[in-house]
């Protein structure tokens, strides 16, 4: 399959995509300020750089973009069409950073929750967020996920 744009055009548009402050980031933690909770954003002095950190808690969040962490089973994690090598590699490679970020997370205390982009897209979702991030930053599961998983 060919692309629609131009590389260039395609280039600038990935170029634009931001890593940090996006909107799911946003959304959650609004949700958690709502809660009560008080963080840190993306301490470079943990591994993985966490989007959300609560060092009371000893809590990680990673809020993840389905397309970029490839989110298993949701329809917005599909490779592109053109260049599939390219973008499997490149994928499979964010996939084994953020595997590795949340075990040496885990090996010196903290606890990891990722949630992906999918589930901040769902409204009734979003309504219950500061209730199911204190339930579960207030529990004891070491690895957590907060999900919809759209079908692809």
């Known amino acids: 399959m060919v692309d629609i744009v131009s590389p260039e055009t395609r280039s600038r548009m990935m170029a634009g995509i931001r890593g940090k402050h996006t909107k799911p980031e946003l959304l959650v933690r609004r949700a958690l300020f ?23 808690w000893k809590v990680a969040i990673f809020v993840h973009g389905c397309f970029w962490h490839q989110h298993p089973n949701c329809k917005l994690a599909k490779v592109p069409a053109s260049r599939p090598e390219f973008w499997m590699k490149k994928l499979a490679g964010n996939i084994e950073r953020d595997r590795r970020a949340s075990a040496e997370l885990n090996a010196s205390g903290w606890r990891v929750l990722t949630i992906w982009e999918c589930a901040t897209r ?31």
Do not use: C, M, N, Y
């Open 34 to 56: 709502a809660a009560g909770f008080r963080f840190r954003l993306h301490r470079k002095d943990l591994p993985g750089a966490p989007d959300i950190v609560l060092p009371k």
């Open 122 to 152: 769902d409204r009734a979702l979003v309504a219950d967020l500061p209730s199911v991030l204190t339930s579960w930053i207030q529990g004891s599961q070491p690895i957590g996920e907060i999900a919809l998983a759209l079908p692809g």
